[in-house]
């Protein structure tokens, strides 16, 4: 009896996906499906490219096409992406941008810019479209992270206007302040200058298409912050803290900010920065420096999700100071956790993006 495409939609509705909870079919992900004879072909299209739960979505569609269809069957699983989006298709503010994720931290000294750029490695070395923005106008350092110090910026002329052009290093489009000031002068702005800045990195770039845009927000919970999320529609927020008491006062109260009926922005989850000291003459051991398990708990407390933790290691502070971010590493302890948070962060995003209405600018009369 020759199989039919109504049988291997109904196969495919066995398959759920394991971070949505709903079938294949339902969530609309199965696409171009062709029957000849017993070659049954079809594309699964993924909510990102950086999918980390590819091979186990593909092996899933064809045992349910063997198991409910036709032993027999050969099957031919076509994997695709278009990354889901967490903005309203009628912002004209970057508008191939499909999701906008702000890195946070409650207090300064837990690493948050460092997270930040190797969270970025990360997701390019996933095969994501990725951007990052300073946005930690008064301290800058991605340039130095990405050592990019000495590089010069181009701009693009468009309609009488200039665009700059962000530097493109390991994958990763970036703009930092760094990039625009004198490295041995501060930055003495007051807050609506430094709010035009963050604006300008905004709207006067040229990002082209991108998967996530992660924004490195400063410590606290300023006015880079409210700007930020007046000026464009932000998917989600990652808070980024240690695990000792007084960080995770800090981060609470960035989790709050996030969490105001005037700003509702979604947490995408909380990550845990210095979780553990691990020598390099010992890698198996861990010392529990700062405490243990602190944002874990605290993650389960406030009802986010906890994506991960990362260990003080020398080699993080050797590649921020580089140039040369530990993520870019194809094998080692370190890259490998930096991995996983990216996974996470990408389910984060998937989920919140099915689950929840596009986030919307907040009007600046809101606080």
């Known amino acids: 009896m020759p199989i039919t495409q109504e049988q291997v939609v109904d196969a495919l509705r066995n398959v759920i996906e394991p971070d949505l909870k709903k079938d294949l079919i339902t969530l609309n992900m199965v696409e171009d499906i062709v029957v000849d004879g017993k070659n049954v072909s079809f594309t699964v299209v993924l909510t990102t490219p950086a999918c980390p739960l590819k091979a186990l979505i593909q092996s899933a569609c064809v045992n349910a096409i063997v198991h409910f269809v036709d ?102 489009k970036m703009l930092s302040i760094g990039l625009m000031v004198d490295p041995n002068q501060p930055i003495p702005w007051r807050g609506p200058m430094a709010s035009k800045a963050l604006k300008q990195l905004f709207s006067d770039a040229e990002w082209g298409e991108l998967d996530y845009l992660l924004i490195d927000l400063p410590p606290g919970t300023g006015d880079i912050h409210l700007t930020l999320v007046s000026a464009v529609p932000v998917t989600g927020s990652v808070i980024v803290s240690t695990p000792q008491h007084v960080a995770l ?97 990408i389910r984060q995003v998937a989920i919140r993006n099915a689950e929840l209405a596009p986030t919307k600018p907040v009007a600046a009369t809101a606080y």
């Open 71 to 172: 032993a027999e069957a050969k099957v031919t699983v076509n994997m695709t992406a278009r990354t889901t989006s967490g903005r309203s298709s009628s912002d004209t503010q970057l508008p191939n941008v499909r999701n906008i994720i702000a890195v946070a931290s409650g207090k300064g000294g837990v690493g948050k810019s460092t997270v930040a750029a190797n969270l970025a490695v990360a997701l390019a070395k996933k095969g994501a479209r990725v951007g990052l923005i300073d946005a930690d106008i008064y301290g800058p350092s991605q340039h130095i992270m990405f050592g990019v110090e000495n590089e010069q910026l181009y701009v693009n002329e468009r309609d009488g206007k200039q665009f700059m052009i962000p530097v493109d290093k390991y994958g990763v």
């Open 249 to 345: 006062a800090d981060a609470r109260k960035g989790i709050g900010m996030f969490r105001l009926d005037t700003i509702n922005v979604p947490v995408l989850g909380l990550i845990e920065n210095m979780a553990y000291f691990t020598p390099a003459e010992l890698p198996q051991n861990k010392y529990y420096i700062f405490g243990k398990e602190g944002c874990r708990k605290l993650a389960e407390e406030l009802k986010v999700p906890f994506l991960g933790e990362i260990p003080l290691v020398q080699s993080i502070r050797e590649g921020g100071d580089t140039g040369i971010p530990v993520a870019l590493d194809d094998e080692g302890p370190v890259a490998t956790a930096f991995a996983e948070v990216a996974d996470q962060v």
